[in-house]
């Protein structure tokens, strides 16, 4: 049984996940870090690996410091053919709530649209996040991207 949070709660955690969307499929990259507590973790991890415990990631980021360098290389040094995304996530399902941390789940789908071609299904699966209660509102102190498929683009190059 899921646990409860009270109205306000419960609208900042939809919020943050509907913002966290809005932010990464806006194209405006320097938005996403902001969206994690300093010392956070952000893993893109195959379904099968996290229910066999098995520690390989596609990504896996250990502090916003890394994310912003993720940015940067997003901005500044990542070479590919651009392409928009659009996320479509569930409602979060709270699982358990302990003081300040949220853990939650929501099933999300991204659709990625490369300029000249059809829009394609790129990634599904579900975040598995601990959220934390800070002085600048909710934000994520663990975010973990567990894909469905084991097949995947050559490069995912834009957080999901």
Not at 114 to 133: C, H, M, P, Q
Request: aromatic residues 14%; proline residues 5%.
């Amino acid at each position: 049984m899921a646990a409860t949070l009270n109205f306000e709660d419960w609208f900042g955690l939809t919020q943050l996940y509907a913002d966290y969307a809005a932010a990464v499929d806006s194209g405006n990259w320097d938005l996403w870090p902001e969206f994690f507590v300093d010392d956070c973790a952000y893993r893109l991890q195959p379904r099968e690996n996290h229910e066999r415990g098995f520690p390989l990631a596609t990504l896996s980021f250990t502090s916003k410091g890394m994310l912003k360098d993720r940015v940067y290389g997003i901005k500044e040094t990542l070479f590919h053919d651009p392409y928009y995304q659009r996320h479509i996530v569930g409602v979060p399902v709270v699982r358990k709530v302990d003081g300040d941390r949220i853990e939650s789940e929501a099933n999300y789908a991204v659709v990625r649209t490369k300029l000249s071609e059809a829009s394609t299904v790129f990634n599904v699966g579900r975040y598995i996040d601990v959220v934390a209660r800070t002085p600048d509102g909710l934000k994520f102190a663990s975010r973990q991207c567990i894909y469905d498929s084991e097949m995947i683009p050559n490069s995912i190059i834009y957080p999901i």
